[in-house]
């Protein structure tokens, strides 16, 4: 038995001819969303002139979806009305109601007040979409806006799928603004998204989507700070031929690359390019993760000393050790390296890009010399 538990209703008027559809109140919508079965809300509207279309049964990021249409034509997909159920774990999550003219979406918005409702901060949302059609499938720019006319969305379409740029704007939810997306779609499919802050100006992470496959994808996952961004590759795990859930992939990204307890249908990790860059867009750290293990040739760079230092490294062990210049010639002098979690400076003695000589290592707060090492030709004496 399902458990009544607090709803919330998109409404999206579509903007086509002005043709009648079955028109449902708000009160019907809220019971509706508060039968104890999927059954029953199908007998109710099944009385109302409403024909069962289809359901789809979700996954752990997608919720199981039973859909209702009202004089569905019998040649094409196109309906006067639908009318969607969403479940997740046996329980009603929302419903979506999508009529065709402006006198259905009228009846829900003028009853608001007296069924009970308030529009605030933190309760429904209303919104509805316009755009054109060619063929029946939705083509070019389509925009969405909220019950008060200012614009939320603005989608691309071609040949009926996602295409090109689309801007989800911040919007007052649940008592916090939602972080303004952009994202970049090929043919149906995610390939970009970029988050920006609730105020929309500055980026704060980055997705790029690439080398998809029937059972995963790759994935670049960039955040950025004042002082610079960290970027590194990862694989996700898809199940066969799944599409990629574009409206709540950051949510999916992290539960799926997580340390938490999953299932076999969940996997995610590291697996490619690591990078670090400052703030003035040079390179810091670069390297390749595989899970958590350092693996391949790595590169650390320390600018105020003109040096880099290259290291090749198996399962996160370091095999051997280069100083070379920034230019890339090799390095002679006495390198300094602070390791400031431990308090100890390190003075390493370098000739022709190898150790040699003694590598010192000093307390920083003490400025004591705590221990000597002795190298030559880049071998441990």
Known sequence: MMKKITSYFILTILCCSSIYAQKLTLTDLTSLCSKKNWEEVNQTLRVKGWEYHESSKGNTYQYNT???????????????????????????????YTVHNQDSYSIIQKSIATAGFKLTDSGGHIFYQKGNYIKDKREGKWTEYDEDGKVTATFNYKNGELHGEAVCESILYCGQYTPKEKKQFKDGKLTELIVYDSLGTNTTSKYEIYDEKYNGYKCRYTRYYKDGFISQEY???????????????????????????????????ADGEHKRFNANNQPIVTGKLHKKDMIGLWTFYYYDQNVKIQSNYAQSKQTDEKYLKLNGGLYSGTFVHYDNENGIKEERKIKDGLRNGKTAY?????????????YKNGVLK
């Open 66 to 96: 039973i859909t209702w249409s009202y004089e569905k034509s019998r040649y094409d997909n196109k309906a006067l009305a639908w009318f969607y159920l969403f479940t997740y774990d046996g329980l009603p999550n929302k419903i979506t």
């Open 362 to 374: 000093i307390d920083i707060e003490t400025k004591k010399t705590i221990n000597k090492e002795n």
């Open 235 to 269: 694989w996700l795990k898809k199940s066969n031929n799944e599409k990629i859930n574009h409206d709540c992939f950051e949510q999916m990204f992290w539960v799926t690359t997580s340390d938490l307890p999953k299932n076999d249908e969940i996997e995610g990790y």
